[in-house]
């Protein structure tokens, strides 16, 4: 998989090295955002990033309680690489059963940690697959825990509305659902829109979806579906 464009929440209240972390990390094509504390942390969208780099020994909250926070309040399952100090052995057995997915010691080379990203992010992605979270269909996968669309390993935002008629359609590839097929599973029952509301989101969807737009096809009279 291609790692570029990958979304990393840098937290570390060290300013410089966060500065640092955020040049390299973006010259490797990865996106990046900074907290200085964890409490700036929590109030991020956390579920947005694929991972978080964690420093250890911060101000109120350390990232050890930060970590066990995201996993057990905030039941986010996101790969943590703790950045830290601190290097004893019980320092990294807490980390590593707090769910941390790896361990760097202060200092170290950008090289080395852009490497244990790279790894990292591999794996949770092989996961992922295997857990049946990511959806793969000939190079679109739906990311169905955090309702994704990654297409050639780039990542495209679509709205709730458009998520769900790919959604619905790549599953139940060749079989052609009417307007009133869609709204009906999609908008449901309650909300009143028009059939013409089908028509824009799906004319939106194509546009999104690059190469594989002309796959989104209509079959005149019927409606629409999707087809490699």
């Not at 930060?66 to 905030?74: G, I, N, Q, S």
């Not at 202060?106 to 996961?127: C, G, H, M, Q």
């Not at 619905?168 to 009133?180: A, I, P, T, W």
Request: overall charge negative; hydrophobic content about 40%; charged content about 30%.
């Amino acid at each position: 998989m291609e790692l570029k464009g990958k979304h990393i929440l840098i937290v570390d209240d060290e300013e410089d090295l966060c500065e640092i972390l955020q040049y390299n990390l973006g010259n490797d094509g990865f996106y990046t955002e900074v907290a200085h504390s964890a409490e700036e942390a929590l109030n991020k969208t956390l579920s947005d990033f694929d991972l978080i780099l964690l420093d250890v020994m911060m101000g109120t909250m350390s990232g050890f309680r930060f970590a066990d926070k995201l996993r057990k309040e905030l039941n986010i399952d996101i790969p943590v690489i703790f950045l830290t100090a601190k290097d004893t052995e019980n320092d990294i057995l807490t980390g590593f059963s707090l769910g941390a997915d790896d361990y760097v010691s202060k200092p170290f080379s950008i090289n080395e940690l852009t490497a244990r990203i790279k790894a990292v992010l591999k794996r949770s992605y092989t996961d992922k697959i295997k857990n049946k979270s990511i959806m793969q269909f000939n190079g679109i996968d739906l990311d169905t825990v955090r309702k994704r669309v990654i297409i050639n390993d780039e990542r495209v935002e679509l709205t709730k509305k458009e998520y769900e008629i790919l959604k619905v359609l790549l599953e139940n590839q060749g079989k052609v659902f009417s307007r009133d097929d869609l709204l009906s599973r999609i908008w449901g029952q309650d909300v009143i829109v028009t059939e013409r509301t089908v028509d824009v989101n799906i004319t939106r969807l194509r546009a999104k979806l690059g190469e594989f737009g002309p796959f989104l096809k209509n079959k005149t009279g019927y409606g629409y579906y999707f087809e490699f």
